[in-house]
């Protein structure tokens, strides 16, 4: 009986998207569909990945996935998949028991290198005097390259006067965001904001923080270390334009981290990191991610702490 239930459930999902629900990920990040039986058929089919297929999922899979690292005998190898599952469902009852296991850990915390708060942030959120906060704006807009743009559309902000300490390149404006536009109200930002950073050493540098004003420079914080690859102003301006998306897309839409967009959910490449403020100690959030389709390398997280006015930059490469 139940596998026949099994079917009927995934046979309704390929009837409806015209893929099994394995491969409904690509539905959830372009389009931004959003349907219970999505992850309701991948649990029940034993498909815990990609994650996506949980993002908004039902209470139903919710508590079923909750029991079984509550009071069950979870298989071991899969403990990891579940936690990122429900770390993508982050709503308040996952937040709570969060921080139950945190706390109380149950006997497969010794399987993992982390606890459930990290795995909190996989999922974009995280745990703050005992709430919830999560870490990325459900507003999203794709950033395209642009033959065509205008020089006022153009989200690359080219090279900065102040020079890189460690190999004397001009720092750039990497991403220059106008408030007023009103796609990106959603940040509340009044003015325009420049986000700076040495391209060239930023994979050797570790997190970059920025001081940003409201129409003005912004003030590297602080870089730590770098590497002696000089980088020409030329190069550094010869680019292709980024510009917004005209629509906003789903917020899943970076779930790819070769993707270039601002707000939205990021995927990272290596494990979860948002950077902590050097000024109140929050954690920041997330602001932009410039994957591969923009940079030469790597993928470049950009987080923000609206309360302090400072924007890290941080680096990951497969
Ligand atoms: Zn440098
Ligand atoms: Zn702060």
Excluded at 84 to 100: P, R, S
Excluded at 211 to 234: A, M, P, Q, W
Excluded at 293 to 305: F, S
């Amino acid at each position: 009986m139940e596998e026949q239930e099994k079917k009927t459930l995934g046979e309704r999902i390929e009837e409806k998207y015209g893929c099994s629900c394995s491969c409904c990920d690509d539905l959830i990040r372009n389009q931004g569909i959003s349907d219970p039986d999505i992850a309701r058929a991948a649990y029940e089919a034993g498909i815990l990945y990609p994650r996506i297929l949980y993002q908004d999922a039902p209470a139903d899979v919710r508590d079923k996935l909750i029991d079984l690292l509550d009071k069950g005998e979870p298989d071991k190898n899969l403990i990891n998949n579940y936690l990122v599952a429900l770390a993508m469902i982050g709503d308040e009852t996952v937040a709570e028991y969060f921080q139950k296991w945190e706390e109380a850990p149950r006997p497969w915390r010794e399987s993992l290198y982390v606890g459930p708060y990290h795995y909190a942030e996989e999922g974009g959120w995280c745990i703050e005097n005992g709430k919830k906060r999560q870490l990325f704006f459900d507003a999203c807009y794709a950033l395209e390259k642009s033959e065509t743009a205008a020089p006022e559309e153009n989200v690359y902000g080219g090279t900065a006067e102040e020079k890189c300490p460690f190999c004397e390149s001009s720092y750039v404006n990497v991403l220059v965001l106008d408030g007023r536009d009103e796609r990106l109200s959603f940040l509340g930002f009044h003015g325009k904001i420049k986000i700076k950073y040495c391209e060239g050493c930023l994979p050797w540098s570790g997190t970059v923080f920025c001081k940003y004003v409201e129409d003005g420079e912004s003030t590297i914080l602080r870089h730590d270390d770098g590497e002696e690859y000089f980088c020409d102003d030329e190069d550094l301006n010869d680019r292709t334009p980024f510009v917004l998306s005209k629509k906003m897309v789903p917020k899943s839409y970076c779930d790819e981290f070769e993707r270039c967009a601002v707000g939205g959910r990021p995927a990272f490449v290596d494990d979860a990191s948002f950077a902590v403020c050097p000024e109140c100690g929050k954690k920041m959030m997330h602001l932009a991610q410039l994957g591969e389709e923009w940079t030469t390398c790597g993928t470049h997280y950009i987080q923000i702490c609206r309360d302090c006015q400072i924007a890290a930059i941080q680096y990951q490469q497969t």
